[in-house]
């Protein structure tokens, strides 16, 4: 079979051709922060992430040779691990998704192209792949629960890299996985089920190039009813301005070791 694998990053979108299980081509598109500054919300950028794709693979591909597409699964309703195949309930929750993130894209550009295709769409190990243990949900305050938001996509593709590199089954080790990008998520998976990971998206764990990590709480507190920061402004100290870029001005890590 041959298939076409999307997956919308902050700053990129990645794109690769298998045939089976062979790599044939891939290819990164880079996206500068003067070209991503006006669009509002990451909806606005569906449009501009499609164009690029199509330019992307004029002359390497025909759509019509394809049998499939798969995109990264995006912030949709909690579920478990896997492959699903876009529906319209599916499209409608990336459409409307709480929060922002490129992955909420992958499933949507998958279907059109899949539609002008004639084949059928996927996502898979979306990042809202929730498997936790249950004990491991409470916090020290009744209010707050810990939820499962990570680099599922990632972790689970390299540790059945793993698996196959010693020869055994990806269910039958135990095993932890830490992922190193824009943000940072450190997770447990015990016979193919991620039951425990921080969420590196809301707060939880180390600080990232973009994201703020665990912060001292009773100072945090202290520092939205300051008055100087709006809830947004907070968040954004968190999550996109937080991090490396707080301290240095930058999320590039080749030119902070220059």
Same mark, same amino acid.
């Given at each position: 079979?041959?298939?076409?694998?999307?997956?919308?990053?902050?700053?990129?979108?990645?794109l690769?051709?298998?045939?089976?299980?062979?790599?044939?081509?891939?290819?990164?598109?880079?996206?500068?922060?003067?070209?991503?500054?006006?669009?509002?919300n990451?909806?606005?950028?569906?449009?501009?992430?499609?164009?690029?794709?199509?330019?992307?693979?004029?002359?390497?591909?025909?759509?019509?040779?394809?049998d499939?597409?798969?995109?990264?699964?995006?912030?949709?309703?909690?579920?478990?691990?896997?492959?699903?195949?876009?529906?319209?309930?599916?499209?409608?929750?990336?459409?409307?998704?709480? #929060?922002?993130?490129?992955?909420?894209?992958?499933?949507?550009?998958?279907?059109?192209?899949?539609?002008?295709?004639?084949?059928?769409?996927?996502?898979?190990d979306?990042?809202?792949?929730?498997? #936790?243990?249950?004990?491991?949900?409470?916090?020290?305050?009744?209010?707050?629960?810990?939820?499962?938001?990570?680099?599922?996509?990632?972790?689970?593709?390299?540790?059945?890299?793993?698996?196959?590199?010693?020869?055994?089954?990806?269910?039958?080790?135990?095993?932890?996985?830490?992922?190193?990008?824009?943000?940072?998520?450190?997770?447990?998976?015990?016979?193919?089920?991620?039951?425990?990971?921080?969420?590196?998206?809301?707060?939880?764990?180390?600080?990232?190039?973009?994201?703020?990590?665990?912060?001292?709480?009773?100072?945090?507190?202290?520092?939205?009813?300051?008055?100087?920061?709006?809830?947004?402004?907070?968040?954004?100290k968190?999550?996109?301005?937080?991090?490396? #870029?707080?301290?240095?001005?930058?999320?590039?890590?080749?030119?902070?070791?220059?």
């Amino acid at each position: 079979m041959k298939v076409l694998v999307i997956n919308p990053g902050s700053t990129s979108t990645k794109l690769a051709i298998y045939n089976d299980s062979q790599q044939i081509w891939k290819h990164g598109i880079y996206h500068q922060p003067e070209e991503l500054k006006d669009f509002q919300n990451i909806n606005e950028q569906y449009q501009y992430r499609r164009d690029c794709i199509t330019k992307a693979l004029q002359g390497v591909c025909d759509l019509k040779e394809l049998d499939g597409i798969i995109g990264r699964g995006g912030l949709l309703k909690p579920m478990p691990g896997g492959v699903y195949r876009v529906t319209e309930r599916i499209k409608e929750d990336l459409k409307n998704a709480k #929060m922002q993130h490129a992955s909420n894209l992958a499933g949507l550009l998958a279907d059109e192209l899949g539609s002008i295709a004639g084949c059928p769409a996927f996502i898979a190990d979306p990042v809202v792949t929730d498997e #936790m243990w249950e004990i491991a949900r409470p916090t020290g305050m009744t209010e707050i629960e810990r939820i499962s938001i990570f680099h599922a996509l990632n972790s689970r593709a390299v540790s059945r890299n793993y698996a196959k590199e010693i020869g055994k089954r990806y269910e039958d080790l135990n095993i932890i996985v830490a992922h190193l990008g824009g943000g940072i998520t450190v997770s447990a998976h015990q016979h193919g089920r991620v039951v425990d990971v921080n969420d590196g998206l809301n707060g939880e764990g180390p600080f990232s190039p973009e994201r703020a990590g665990t912060i001292p709480a009773a100072q945090l507190a202290e520092l939205c009813f300051s008055g100087k920061y709006t809830l947004a402004e907070i968040k954004k100290k968190l999550i996109g301005q937080g991090g490396l #870029m707080a301290h240095l001005g930058t999320t590039n890590t080749q030119l902070i070791l220059e």
